[in-house]
């Protein structure tokens, strides 16, 4: 009697938690809404505030797991030195870059440099929106240093020049941030696009049943 074994290149496993998961997904739609209502003033400031909100809380909450969460989810496992992410980069364009269970160094070095993006389009905004509006948690820092009360205007008049230009050039790194966040965005999904292609696998339905196919043992540690 024969027995049905399954084949290695076959069997599915484990690689990302359910956190690692819902972040991933939540993060997409946080940062589309908070750049699309971003680019409608004020009519949609609430909206842009709220998912700016959303977009940090997520951050936060991925560098605490990246700190104390499950193997794959461990920046120990895929923040790699820049020598190994090019010489992955080589090998994937020449078309025979080793396979990761977990994110590849390139994959990694993508992970760390949108979330360094969009903590800082987070924090540049919430100073932005403490100058304009006096309100969220940045306004008892930094808020009302531009909108001198009726008392003070004599005092700061000569002050409202620089302030304007404080409240300019937080507008232009918040705008900055967030158009290279989603710069960084295009880049990795052509970098999950090439990746699937070269190792024959579903790197977008691996984030959503949180399974990939399986490795040899002796590559497991990779």
Known sequence: MQTKSIEPETRQVKVWDPLVRIFHWSLVVAFTVAYLSGEEAD??????????????????????????????????DFVYRPSTVLAYLRDLIRHRARRYLGHNPLGGAMAIALLVSLLAATVSGLALYAVEENAGP???????????????????????????????????????????????????????????LVHKENLPRAMITGRKRAEPEKDNNA
């Open 138 to 196: 940045l306004a008892g820092l930094v808020g009302g240093a531009g909108r001198p009360t009726a008392q003070t205007a004599g005092r700061h008049e000569d002050a409202t020049g620089q302030g304007d230009k404080g409240e300019e050039l937080l507008e232009e790194v918040h705008e900055f941030f967030s158009h290279f966040t989603l710069f960084l965005v295009f880049l990795h999904i052509g970098g999950v696009v090439v990746s699937s």
């Open 43 to 76: 009519d949609a400031l609430d909206l842009h505030v709220w998912a700016g909100y959303a977009v940090l809380g997520l951050i936060l909450l991925r560098i605490v797991w990246g700190l104390i969460g499950t193997r794959h989810a461990r920046f120990s």
